[in-house]
């Protein structure tokens, strides 16, 4: 998975709780991504960022705040965890040209 | 809004069929489109990419046809093996130093010995 981990991999959490993902790279690379996954929906960007402590909204940004203070470490949480938020999230990398490569995931389970 | 529409949702071939997956865009800023191949459990995985300037490109087994005046681009894989099944996206980039890629919403193939 191109020098890419993600953490927890698995995470079942309570509706109203917060909740941090972790995005941790070993290639150095500039750009990183937060997408998540759901059936009929594809893959959507939440929040990107283009350097250290810079940061951008995605297609679906709300609910949901990022933070990278490190080139590499992508963090994305979940102020308040919904239901809604139910879904796989991926983390990806890019070097500063098109091509992104994906993390292995975290199904996040709301309840 | 961006968009890529991407048919079918899901497909059942042979092995040895050629499964074909189609894509359309309407941005014309897009300039790079990407097909990435996706195992239950894993993370999506680039397959092949290709520029407007070219009408097709081809790796191994997976071409790429690309029609710019039809604002439509095409995955086939020859001689597809059960190994294949996967869910596929097709994606888009619109260029101008931007690296955000807009997705398909994916099509789940399915190769039956």
């Known amino acids: 998975d191109a020098g890419i981990t993600q953490s927890p991999r698995h995470k079942v959490t309570e509706t109203g709780t917060p909740v941090t993902l972790r995005c941790h790279q070993t290639e150095n690379h500039r750009y990183m991504y937060w997408y998540r996954q759901d059936p009929g929906h594809g893959l959507r960007l939440i929040h990107y960022?283009?350097?250290?402590?810079?940061?951008d909204k995605g297609e679906v940004s709300d609910g949901y705040s990022v933070s990278r203070s490190k080139t590499e470490d992508f963090l994305l949480t979940l102020e308040s965890a919904t239901s809604s938020q139910t879904s796989v999230y991926f983390c990806?990398?890019?070097?500063?040209?098109?091509?992104?490569?994906f993390g292995p995931g975290t199904r996040l389970l709301v309840l | 809004q961006q968009q890529v529409k991407q048919s079918p949702q899901s497909l059942i071939v042979q092995k040895g069929g050629i499964p074909i997956i189609n894509c359309a865009y309407e941005?014309?800023?897009?300039?790079?489109f990407p097909w990435y191949q996706q195992f239950p459990g894993k993370g999506p995985a680039l397959l092949i990419a290709?520029?407007?300037?070219?009408s097709e490109k081809k790796e191994g087994r997976f071409t790429i046809s690309f029609n710019k005046s039809a604002k439509q681009f095409s995955l086939h894989i020859m001689d597809s093996q059960p190994g294949d099944s996967a869910t596929y996206f097709c994606?888009?980039?619109?260029?101008?130093?931007?690296?955000?890629?807009?997705f398909g919403k994916g099509t789940k193939l399915s190769v039956i010995p």
């Open positions: 960022s283009y350097g250290v402590k810079d940061t």
């Open positions: 994606a888009a980039n619109s260029g101008a130093g931007s690296y955000q890629l807009t």
């Open positions: 941005n014309t800023a897009f300039d790079y």
């Open positions: 290709i520029r407007p300037d070219v």
């Open positions: 990806a990398i890019s070097p500063g040209q098109e091509t992104q490569y």
